[in-house]
């Protein structure tokens, strides 16, 4: 799913040190209580402007969404960014594909370049964006999994949550995309009481 349109306004920039940074901000919304998914935005010159991650099972403040099936990591992350400057120069880097309503955001914003760690074969965003012609996605790019070690990890992370968000049609799709981390989650899950 490579993105051969025109490379918009941004950097090269070191994925592995940014999709890390997301990694961490999943692992801290799983042990808020919420989905393991973090974000984070990165600009021209390699800052990182915002970080987000999942709050579906936190309560909403001022500072963050929350309590609410809509508190994804990107949200949380456009929620604290506020007005974007310059969009198309930010990169966005998430632990896990966005999802329709994240990604659709990303690309409303004009964001110009999304970069995930781990696919989501049931609920990711990227083949929308890569092939709609909807005049709304022409200037978002996307760069799938450019990590392998962390592509594993990110799918280990949120292989859990998969099963039991969508145990069905897209645990299916999980076990065939990752069936090395969704058997060990089927494992887990058939030993338990
Ligand atoms: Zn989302």
């Known amino acids: 799913m490579s993105d051969d349109r025109p490379t918009p306004d941004v950097p090269d920039l070191d994925h592995t040190r940014y999709l890390r940074a997301a990694l961490d901000l999943a692992r801290e919304g799983q042990a808020a209580g919420s989905a393991p998914v973090g974000a984070v935005l990165v600009n021209h010159d390699g800052q990182i402007i915002a970080r987000g991650r ?81 005049p709304a996605l022409q200037d978002t790019r996307v760069m799938p999994t450019p990590d392998p070690d962390l592509e594993h990890e990110g799918a280990t992370l949120f292989a859990p949550e998969a099963k039991r968000a969508f145990p069905e049609e897209g645990w299916a799709l999980w076990r065939q995309r990752y069936p090395q981390e969704t058997a060990v989650v089927d494992a887990q899950t058939s030993r338990a009481p």
């Open 54 to 134: 999942n709050r579906v099972g936190e309560a909403q403040t001022t500072q963050h969404v929350g309590d609410a099936s809509v508190a994804h990591a990107e949200m949380d992350l456009y929620f604290q960014a506020g007005r974007l400057q310059d969009p198309h120069t930010l990169t966005l880097y998430t632990s896990l594909e966005p999802c329709l309503m994240c990604g659709g955001a990303s690309a409303l914003l004009g964001v110009g370049r999304i970069v995930w760690a781990t696919d989501d074969p049931w609920g990711g965003s990227g083949r929308l964006i890569r092939w709609a012609d909807h």
